[in-house]
C-alpha cells in the first residue's frame, strides 16, 4: 500500500553547513529506506531551509546543490504553527488519496503530534510512528522541551485548531439556507446546501454538517462548519441535536432518555435546534405554531416505508396534543426519481404503496420517488395536503442531479458529504 511520509522537523536549528550536511545524509537515509512505498514525502519545519532568524544568526545560508537536489524529492511545509502544518499537509494527503502516515517524530513531540492528529484525522487513515533519533542528528534539533501531554495541553490544542479553523476563508461560495413560506416566525427553521463551509475534499466541500469514521472531514472541521451555520440561522450551536439514523422509524421524545439511534426527534423546548440529516434521504421538519412544537425525522427509503415520518407525527399528537390539522410538514431537498433506483422487489412495495411512486417497474431497478411517497403517507396519516409542502424552487431539486448545490450518496460514493434541514422554537 502507498503510503505518505512525514519528518517533523518543527524543532529544528538552521546555523551552520554542518547541520545541513547532516540533514542531508538523514532525509537521503529516509528517501532510501522508504522509497519503494512512499509516493508522498514531506517535511515539516517552522521556518524556511536555508535561512535561520533565532537572534544570533539573521543571514541566508546557502544551501549546497546535492541537499537542493534532494529537497526537490521532498514537499516542505513551513509555518509558526504545528496546526497550520498538519492541516496543509492533510490537504496534501488527500489531494494524493493516501491513507497509511509514516510520522518521523523527535521522542520529546510525539505525545504532541498524537493529540493534534487525533483533532485533525479521523479513523481513515492509519498512523505509524517512529522515532527521530537524536543520537543521529547530533546538534541539529534544539534541546527537549517537551513533555507528555496533559489534559490541558489537549485543550489547549483544541482550543488552538478552533481558532486556526475559524480564521480560514469560507468555499464554494456564500453559506445559503431554504426556508419554506408555511412556517411561522415564531420557529428557526431550514435546509442547508453546501456553500460555505471550510471542508475541502471535493466530494465534501464544502459545508458538510456529519462526520463519521468512514469519511476524511475530523470533527473539528464539522463542529466549525456547524459554528458557522449557527451564526447565519442564528441559533446557539452548543444546543444543536442531529438524529442518530437507523433508516428505521423510532422517534426520541426530547427529555426522555435518548435512545442509541432513532429518525426522529420531537421537542417543545425553546432555543434547542434538532436536525435530520440528508444526503440523497428526505430531511423532514415538523412544526406545530398552535402547541408550539416541533420535529424532524430522516426518511431514506426504508424509512419511509416503515412511516417514520407519520411516526414523528404520531409522536407529537400522543406527547404535547397537537392536532393533525395544525402540523405542517416541509420535504427537503433528496434524491429525485430520475436518479434513483432500487431492486426490483424493493420497488413493489413502493408501488403498492401508489404506482405514482414508481416508473419502469417491470424493469430490473425500477425508479423510485421517495417523496412522493412521503407525501402520499402524511395525506393517509391525516395531515392536510395543502400543509405539506415539497414542490418548490429549490426544496423539490434532485440531491443527485445538482453537485453544485448539495451533497449525494448516489453520486458522490462512500466519502460523501451531509446536508441537514434543522428546526427550532424560539426563545
Not at 478552533?162 to 426556508?179: A, Q, V, W
Not at 440529516?277 to 416505508?305: E, M, N, Q
Not at 433506483?341 to 424493469?363: G, Q, W, Y
Amino acid at each position: 500500500m502507498a503510503e505518505a511520509v512525514l519528518i517533523d522537523l518543527f524543532c529544528l536549528k538552521w546555523n551552520s553547513q554542518k547541520n545541513h550536511q547532516k540533514l542531508l545524509k538523514a532525509l537521503d537515509a529516509v528517501r532510501y529506506h522508504r522509497a519503494a512505498n512512499t509516493k508522498f514525502f514531506c517535511i515539516m519545519c517552522c521556518n524556511d531551509i536555508g535561512s535561520e532568524n533565532d537572534g544570533e544568526h539573521n543571514c541566508e545560508l546557502e544551501v549546497n546543490h546535492e541537499l537542493s537536489a534532494l529537497l526537490r524529492e521532498f514537499e516542505t511545509v513551513s509555518s509558526a504553527s504545528t496546526v497550520a502544518c498538519l492541516y496543509t499537509i492533510k490537504q496534501k494527503i488527500d489531494e494524493n488519496n493516501l491513507s497509511s502516515i509514516k510520522v518521523i517524530v523527535p521522542v520529546h513531540r510525539k505525545t504532541l503530534m498524537k493529540a493534534f492528529i487525533d483533532q485533525l484525522f479521523t479513523d481513515v487513515y492509519s498512523f505509524e510512528f517512529e522515532d527521530l533519533q537524536m543520537a543521529l542528528w547530533g546538534g541539529l534539533l534544539k534541546q527537549p522541551t517537551g513533555r507528555n501531554a496533559t489534559t490541558q495541553d489537549v485543550e489547549e490544542i483544541q482550543n488552538e485548531i478552533k481558532t486556526y479553523l475559524r480564521s480560514l476563508p469560507s468555499l464554494r461560495g456564500e453559506l445559503t439556507i431554504i426556508t419554506s413560506p408555511l412556517i411561522p416566525d415564531i420557529f428557526l427553521h431550514g435546509f442547508t446546501t453546501r456553500a460555505g463551509g471550510i471542508s475541502y475534499v471535493p466530494t465534501l466541500s464544502s459545508l458538510n454538517l456529519f462526520s463519521s469514521s468512514k469519511r476524511r472531514d475530523p470533527k473539528a472541521v464539522v463542529q466549525e462548519n456547524l459554528r458557522r451555520l449557527a451564526h447565519a440561522a442564528g441559533f446557539n450551536a452548543e444546543k444543536f441535536y442531529r438524529i442518530k439514523t437507523d433508516h428505521a422509524s423510532d422517534v426520541w421524545i426530547m427529555g426522555r432518555k435518548e435512545p442509541e439511534s432513532y429518525d426522529g426527534i420531537i421537542t417543545n423546548q425553546r432555543g434547542v435546534t434538532i436536525a435530520a440529516l440528508g444526503a440523497d434521504c428526505l430531511p423532514i421538519v415538523f412544526a406545530d405554531p398552535v402547541k408550539k412544537a416541533c420535529g424532524v425525522a430522516h426518511s431514506g427509503w426504508k424509512g419511509t416505508l416503515l412511516g417514520v415520518a407519520m411516526a414523528t407525527v404520531n409522536a407529537m399528537v400522543a406527547e404535547y396534543g397537537c392536532s393533525l390539522e395544525d402540523i405542517i410538514v416541509v420535504l427537503g431537498p433528496s434524491v429525485g426519481s430520475c436518479c434513483f433506483t432500487l431492486p426490483r422487489e424493493s420497488a413493489k412495495a413502493f408501488h403498492n404503496l401508489d404506482p405514482k411512486c414508481v416508473r419502469l417497474l417491470d424493469s430490473p431497478d425500477p425508479y423510485i420517488d421517495i417523496s412522493k411517497a412521503t407525501r402520499v403517507l402524511l395525506e393517509r396519516g391525516g395531515i392536510l395536503p395543502q400543509n405539506i409542502q415539497d414542490q418548490n424552487e429549490e426544496l423539490n431539486l434532485c440531491t443527485s442531479c445538482h453537485p453544485n448545490k448539495f451533497f449525494s450518496h448516489v453520486r458522490d460514493g462512500l466519502n460523501f458529504g451531509t446536508q441537514v434541514g434543522f428546526i427550532s422554537i424560539k426563545e
